[in-house]
C-alpha cells in the first residue's frame, strides 16, 4: 500500500492562518486498497505533538461517525485547541483519523476494524512515529472518543487491543460484548453518552438503546462503566467534550504509568474516591454511601467528575471557572497601507476552552475577536464547534487589522483570552515600535 507523508503539513496550516498552540502537525494519507483484509477506502491520519514533549505518554484519538460529512469532520480533530490541551497537559499526541466514506458507502468497511482500519490504523501510527522522531507513539497507550460509527470502531478495538486503551467515551455509539470480549475489556473505564432526543427518534433510536445496553451488558460485569444521558441533544455532540474531557484528565491521571517510568502498562483502575449515580438521575455520591444496584450504578471515577455529572445530566452542558492560560507570540506591525496587524498565539485552558480574545489598544477596548462568536451545537467558542464535536472551516485566525490606527503612533496593544465561561486570563502586552 503507497503511503504519502505530508512533512510540509504544519508550514501549510502556519500559511493559512491555523495556531499550532506549541506544538507541530503531521498528515500521512492511504489510498483506498483493493487487497483482501485491506481498508477499501482512503484514510487521513492528522497529528498534533506538543513542541515541549521529549517522550509521549500517549495518544488521544478523536474518532468521527458514519458519512461524508462525519469524514469532513474529523479532518479538523488534530487542530482543536481545547482538544489539544488536554493532550499536551498529558505529554500525549493528538490524533484526528478521517475515513473518505462517501454516503451512499457501508460504514462498517471502516467502522469495523477487523475490514483494515485496525492494520491501516497501527500502520499510521508506525509511519508518524518515525516522522516525528517519537518511535514511542508506535507502543504508548490510547484514549478513545468516538461518535456514532467512531463509537463501534472503539468497540472494535477494545475487543483487539483492550490492554493499550486508558478510557473510552462513546457519543451515540455503542458496542455489544459478547464471548469473544477479552476480560481485560472490563477493566476499561468508559462512559456511554447519548442525547435523550434520539430514543424516540426513527433514525437515532438505535444509537440511544446500543448505548444503554452496552452500559447495562458491561456494569452488570462490574465494569467501571458510566451513563450520561444528554438533555438537550439528539444525534449531534452538543457540549459533550465539557463532561468527555474532565473523565479523561480522571481516567488519565489514574492510569497512565509514571512520567518517568520506562513501564509502559497500564495501572489498573482506582476503586478509592470513585463516585456512584443513579442511572437516569441527577444524583451521584461516594461509593461508600451509595444505597442502590450496584449493577446499575453509574461509575464515575472522582468527585470532580462526578460534580460535572450531576450538572451535564441536567443542563447538557458544564460550567468551568478555570482561568485561561496567557497568549503569547503577541506582535503589533505597522503595514505599508499604515494599519496595524496584531497577531499573537494561544493555548486552551483543558476544561473551558476559548470563546473569544479581547484586544485593547491604549487601555481601551478595541475589539472582541471574533465579535461574535458562533455556538450553533453548543457554547460559543472561537474555533466554532460543528456537528462532529470538532472545529468548524473555515478555521479562525488569531490576528487581527487595526485599520484605525493613526500614521506615527506607537500604541501598546494588550490581548486577553476569554473562556467559554467568560473568565478573562491575564493579558499579554506589545508596544507598536
Given at each position: 500500500m503507497k503511503t504519502i507523508a505530508v512533512l510540509a503539513f504544519s508550514l501549510a496550516l502556519a500559511?493559512?492562518?491555523?495556531?499550532?498552540?506549541?506544538?507541530?502537525?503531521?498528515e500521512i494519507a492511504y489510498p483506498p486498497s483493493a487487497q483482501p483484509g485491506e481498508l477499501k477506502l482512503g484514510a487521513t491520519y492528522t497529528i498534533w505533538i506538543p513542541d515541549h514533549v521529549t517522550k509521549l505518554r500517549g495518544v488521544i484519538v478523536h474518532q468521527h461517525g458514519c458519512g461524508a460529512g462525519a469524514s469532513r469532520g474529523g479532518e479538523t480533530a488534530a487542530l482543536d485547541l481545547q482538544w489539544q490541551a488536554l493532550a499536551n497537559k498529558w505529554d500525549s499526541a493528538l490524533l484526528g483519523p478521517s475515513y473518505k466514506q462517501a454516503d451512499n458507502q457501508n460504514c462498517g468497511l471502516w467502522s469495523d476494524p477487523r475490514n483494515g482500519s485496525d492494520k491501516t490504523f497501527l500502520k499510521a501510527l508506525s509511519e508518524l512515529a518515525a516522522k516525528s522522531n517519537h518511535p514511542e507513539l508506535e507502543t504508548v497507550p490510547w484514549t478513545l472518543w468516538g461518535h456514532s460509527?467512531?463509537?463501534?470502531?472503539?468497540?472494535?478495538?477494545?475487543?483487539?487491543?483492550?490492554?493499550?486503551i486508558v478510557a473510552i467515551w462513546f457519543?451515540?455509539?455503542?458496542?455489544?460484548?459478547?464471548?469473544?470480549t477479552p476480560e481485560a475489556a472490563y477493566a476499561i473505564p468508559m462512559m456511554c453518552n447519548a442525547g435523550i432526543k434520539e430514543k424516540d427518534d426513527k433514525r437515532f433510536s438505535r444509537a440511544w438503546d446500543g448505548c444503554m445496553a452496552t452500559?447495562?451488558?458491561?456494569?452488570?460485569?462490574?465494569?467501571?462503566?458510566?451513563?450520561?444521558?444528554?438533555?438537550?441533544?439528539?444525534?449531534e455532540c452538543g457540549d459533550s467534550r465539557y463532561l468527555a474531557i474532565p473523565f479523561f484528565d480522571a481516567c488519565l491521571r489514574m492510569r497512565l504509568p509514571a512520567k518517568d517510568s520506562h513501564e509502559q502498562k497500564l495501572k489498573p483502575v482506582d476503586?478509592?474516591?470513585?463516585?456512584?449515580?443513579?442511572l437516569l438521575t441527577e444524583k451521584a455520591e461516594p461509593a461508600a454511601k451509595y444505597e442502590g444496584k450496584e449493577e446499575e450504578s453509574v461509575w464515575l471515577p472522582d468527585e470532580h467528575v462526578a460534580k460535572a455529572w450531576m450538572e451535564y445530566v441536567k443542563t447538557g452542558s458544564v460550567s468551568h471557572?478555570?482561568?485561561?492560560?496567557?497568549?503569547?507570540?503577541?506582535?503589533?506591525?505597522?503595514l505599508r497601507d499604515r494599519s496595524v496587524e496584531i497577531s499573537w498565539?494561544?493555548?486552551?485552558?483543558?476544561?473551558?476552552?476559548?470563546?473569544a480574545?479581547?484586544?485593547?489598544?491604549?487601555?481601551?477596548?478595541?475589539?472582541?475577536?471574533?465579535?461574535?462568536?458562533?455556538?450553533?451545537?453548543?457554547?460559543p467558542l472561537f474555533q466554532s464547534m460543528g456537528y462532529h464535536d470538532t472545529p468548524e472551516r473555515p478555521l479562525p485566525e488569531m490576528r487581527y487589522m487595526d485599520t484605525t490606527a493613526k500614521p506615527g503612533v506607537k500604541y501598546r496593544y494588550q490581548v486577553t483570552a476569554v473562556s467559554s465561561d467568560d473568565v478573562k486570563s491575564k493579558p499579554k502586552a506589545v508596544r507598536l515600535k
Open positions: 500559511c493559512a492562518g491555523v495556531v499550532s498552540a506549541a506544538g507541530r502537525y503531521l460509527g467512531g463509537g463501534s470502531w472503539i468497540g472494535g478495538m477494545q475487543a483487539l487491543h483492550p490492554e493499550r457519543r451515540s455509539g455503542s458496542v455489544t460484548p459478547g464471548p469473544e452500559f447495562l451488558a458491561y456494569r452488570a460485569k462490574g465494569a467501571p462503566i458510566g451513563f450520561a444521558p444528554d438533555p438537550r441533544t439528539s444525534h476503586a478509592k474516591g470513585i463516585w456512584l449515580g443513579g471557572r478555570h482561568q485561561p492560560p496567557t497568549p503569547f507570540h503577541l506582535l503589533a506591525v505597522r498565539d494561544a493555548e486552551s485552558e483543558p476544561e473551558s476552552g476559548i470563546k480574545f479581547l484586544i485593547q489598544r491604549d487601555g481601551e477596548d478595541l475589539v472582541q475577536w471574533p465579535e461574535k462568536p458562533v455556538g450553533k451545537f453548543g457554547k
